[in-house]
């Protein structure tokens, strides 16, 4: 069965700090993928979604991830962030056999002022 | 606003009572999804359904039942629930005829169970 792995539990940085966030997902094939946030008290979020053409997807507040595909990787980066970008962070992969979306467990990001 | 409303927003019961979570979309999707989010662990799915059908996650235990009347509403009923069921309960909906079935996610409802 698909599977998500987030390699990253708690991540704290600077303002203006880069960052990038792992995702791998366990097998190959067409996959659509995707990037939620849930800022504190808040519902999730669609950051970006991959499911063909140019691998390096760009979504909304100034986010990136690359889809590499020989990695089964999905890789969630922005090169400057923000105190406002405080959240955790979700990979998913559409995978199930209902037409679910499979989860990582998240990534919280802190970012100190 | 998502277009995907879920009440109550908050919920606390004890372990006899009898609760439903409503749901309700107002995006014209056909698909609609139960997920539970637990502290430390991954999104679960519970429940989908679609227009013709539903599909149960054959490890939910029978305390909860999904109803759906119609594409717009998805209710979860609770019934004697655990102390351990205690969670976010989110529900999502897309369009599953679309090239990549993006989810759209209300806001959860924070269930205590005492």
């Known amino acids: 069965a698909q599977s998500v792995s987030q390699h990253n539990h708690h991540v704290i940085l600077s303002e203006a700090a880069s960052l990038e966030l792992g995702c791998n997902y366990s097998?190959?094939?067409?996959?659509?993928l995707f990037w939620y946030v849930q800022y504190p008290g808040q519902h999730l979020q669609l950051l970006l979604k991959y499911f063909s053409g140019d691998p390096l997807v760009k979504g909304i507040k100034g986010f990136e991830a690359e889809f590499i595909k020989s990695k089964f990787s999905f890789n969630l980066r922005k090169p400057s962030v923000q105190w406002s970008d405080t959240a955790e962070y979700f990979c998913?992969?559409?995978?199930?056999?209902?037409?679910?979306?499979?989860f990582g467990k998240g990534t919280k990001l802190s970012v100190k002022p | 606003e998502t277009g995907v409303t879920q009440t109550p927003r908050h919920l606390v019961m004890g372990m006899t009572n009898k609760k439903s979570l409503k749901c309700e979309q107002h995006?014209?999707?056909?698909?609609m999804y139960w997920y539970k989010q637990s502290a430390k662990k991954p999104l679960e799915l519970m429940f989908v359904?679609?227009?013709?059908?539903?599909?149960e996650n054959n490890s939910v235990p029978s305390r909860f039942s999904p109803e759906c009347p119609n594409s717009s509403h998805l209710f979860l009923h609770l019934h004697t629930l655990q102390p351990e069921d205690s969670a976010l309960y989110l529900c999502?909906?897309?369009?599953?005829?679309?090239?990549?079935?993006?989810?759209?996610f209300g806001p959860g409802t924070r269930l205590t169970v005492l």
């Open positions: 097998y190959g094939g067409t996959v659509n």
């Open positions: 359904y679609s227009l013709e059908e539903r599909v």
């Open positions: 999502a909906s897309s369009r599953r005829d679309t090239a990549d079935n993006e989810q759209f």
């Open positions: 998913a992969v559409l995978g199930g056999s209902q037409g679910n979306l499979i």
């Open positions: 995006l014209g999707h056909n698909a």
